[in-house]
Every structure is written in structure tokens, then in C-alpha cells.
């Protein structure tokens, strides 16, 4: 079956970086478009970042626009977010999501927080 797990979080000062990775099986990793999206407490699931099947395309929110980045390895099956430049509104659980014959599949997060 699909299975994402996310890794990479902890906590961080402001103003620093993290680099989250999310690794994936139980599927043709490299023929799917992979995505990152972000959970605050008491928000709701925000889309961050989304990367084609083969890394050429990716689209992000204006929230996150030249701070993130995605990228990819379909030889290790996993997606990565760089994350530059980190405030606590970046404060959040950080997934990952595939969605594999209209099913979305997510990772169980990984746990990002900024603080001084």
C-alpha cells in the first residue's frame, strides 16, 4: 500500500533552516506529482508546494514564494522541502501528500517549530 513518512522537523531559531524529507513506497514514485502541505494549531491543512512526476515543474504558495523549496530524488523515492528564512508562522506539522487513483495519501507529519 502507499506509505509516506516524513522526517527532517525539530526546532529551529528564527531566521534559520530546515530540510524536511518525505520517503514513499507502495507506489510508481516517479510518475506522480508529490506535494508539501503545513498544519498550525487551530488552522486549517495549508497547500505549500507541489513538484511534477519529473521535477521540471513546481508551483508554490505566495506564503512560502522564495523561502521553500521543493525538489526530488526518484532514484531514493523521496521528496524534499528546503525551508530558508523560518518565522513562527512556520510553526506547524509539515506532510506530505500523493494522490494515487484519486486517492490522497499522507505521510503521518513531521513536526516544525520556530521559536527564540
Known amino acids: 500500500q502507499v506509505r509516506l513518512v516524513e522526517s527532517g522537523g525539530g526546532l529551529v531559531q528564527p531566521g534559520g533552516s530546515l530540510r524536511l524529507s518525505c520517503a514513499a513506497s507502495g507506489f510508481t514514485f516517479s510518475t506522480y506529482d508529490m506535494r508539501w502541505y503545513r498544519q498550525a494549531p487551530g488552522k486549517e491543512r495549508e497547500f505549500l508546494a507541489r513538484?511534477?512526476?519529473?521535477?521540471?515543474?513546481?508551483n508554490y504558495a505566495g506564503s512560502v514564494r522564495g523561502r521553500f523549496t521543493i525538489s526530488r530524488d526518484n532514484d531514493k523515492n523521496t521528496v524534499y522541502l528546503q525551508m530558508n528564512i523560518l518565522n513562527s508562522g512556520d510553526t506547524a506539522v509539515y506532510y506530505c501528500k500523493v494522490d494515487v487513483l484519486d486517492n490522497d495519501a499522507w505521510g503521518q507529519g513531521t513536526q516544525v517549530t520556530v521559536t527564540s
Open positions: 513538484i511534477s512526476d519529473t521535477g521540471d515543474s513546481t
